[in-house]
């Protein structure tokens, strides 16, 4: 905001800019959880037989998405609960 205070004016193309932004790290955060939540679904599906490793898979996949998030400067939040709810939906089946 800074930046903005010695212009008279902000010019259009900054509100366009603002919008699309928004919507990047919005999407951004979607796509990454979404894809975090199929892996994690496709490990605790394959490991019926460990137990143990299913735990160790949810805490240590989605740690991993939220990194990945905040790597590329995407939503965290909006990444978990896609997350969840692709693990939710590829778990129901």
Not at 38 to 67: F, H, N, Q, W
């Amino acid at each position: 905001m800074i930046a903005f205070l010695p212009m008279d004016k902000v010019p259009g193309g900054q509100y366009a800019l603002a919008i699309a932004a928004f919507f990047i790290v919005v999407f951004g955060g979607i796509i990454i959880g979404i894809m975090y939540g199929c892996l994690t679904s496709l490990i605790t599906k394959s490991t019926t037989d460990v137990r143990v490793v299913e735990p160790l898979a949810m805490l240590g996949l989605s740690y991993l998405s939220y990194l990945t998030a905040e790597l590329f400067h995407f939503s965290g939040i909006i990444r978990y609960d896609f997350l969840l709810n692709a693990i939710k939906c590829m778990n129901s089946k």
